[in-house]
């Protein structure tokens, strides 16, 4: 059995402590009390180490937006795996705001990179990927996302691959209120997230894996993406943003 997982993804939110701090003493303990669910909160970088001070006894986890691969040297601005393995347990790759915007390098070698720096530091990356709207329309979902999971799985022992997490994103339905169907979400997740790694790692490997879907995930829908056997979770944007985020916990858990 794979446990649900589900991402708070802050984004450029809630970046001054009285802010995030705030949120954090409300939604902890109601949080808390829901079970069978592995919840991770990604706020901005500049609010990390006070939140793993606060989150500190808590069964709630906390991971990075992203970060570089390298461990130090001359590159202004970016977080190493060592800095972000000192305060978080996670960290998510390869965001399609991300990759969009080619923000740090954010190829699909690059994000090979990450992925290998991740694991290497005793990170668990949430690695996404997802078409855009023309793939989608032009029926070559399979083959992008088959193609970004297995540059992400480049080079990874059996034992690597099997303690990545997915995040299937399609990038039309991430902040735009169009969500996937959960069906086509189900599918997609099934036979090319988890297809290819099992081409890649074999069966078990490919079983034990989680995979999230992400793109308006809402407290309204979560239910039916949660109901589906190949989705293990969500990768939450705006509606992680606020105390609406408990009763979108509670509604994914019931719904197992
Ligand atoms: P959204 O974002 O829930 O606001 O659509 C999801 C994401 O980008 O991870």
């Not at 990390?48 to 461990?71: F, K, N, P, Y």
């Not at 960290?91 to 740090?104: D, F, K, P, Q």
């Not at 990179?113 to 855009?132: D, S, W, Y």
């Not at 480049?154 to 969500?179: H, K, M, N």
């Amino acid at each position: 059995m794979r446990r649900p997982i589900i991402v708070a993804n802050w984004k450029m939110h809630l970046g001054r402590a009285e802010e995030a701090v705030g949120l954090v003493r409300r939604i902890r303990h109601p949080l808390g009390r829901v079970p069978g669910v592995e919840l991770v909160l990604c706020p901005p970088f500049t609010v990390l180490a006070v939140l793993a001070e606060m989150l500190r006894r808590s069964a709630i986890a906390l991971g990075a937006q992203t970060m570089h691969w390298e461990d130090r040297g001359p590159h202004t601005g970016e977080v190493s795996p060592s800095m972000v393995a000192a305060l978080c347990r996670y960290v998510i790759l390869g965001h399609s705001e991300r990759r969009a915007t080619g923000g740090s390098d954010e190829s699909d070698a690059a994000v090979n990179r990450k992925v290998q720096a991740a694991l290497a530091h005793g990170l668990t990356p949430i690695i996404c990927v997802g078409e855009n709207a023309a793939r989608n329309e032009a029926g070559e979902t399979e083959g992008f996302v088959g193609a970004q999971v297995r540059a992400a799985l480049a080079g990874l022992t059996v034992d690597q691959a099997g303690r990545c997490v997915f995040a299937y994103e399609p990038i039309w339905a991430i902040g735009t209120g169009r969500s996937a169907s959960p069906a086509a979400a189900n599918r997609t997740i099934g036979l090319t997230v988890r297809g290819t790694i099992a081409d890649l790692f074999g069966e078990t490997v490919a079983g034990a894996v989680r995979v999230q879907y992400g793109g308006s995930v809402t407290a309204d829908n979560i239910a039916d993406f949660m109901a589906m056997p190949e989705i293990d979770g969500a990768l939450v944007g705006g509606a992680s943003i606020g105390t609406g985020f408990v009763e979108l916990v509670r509604r994914a858990v019931a719904a197992r």
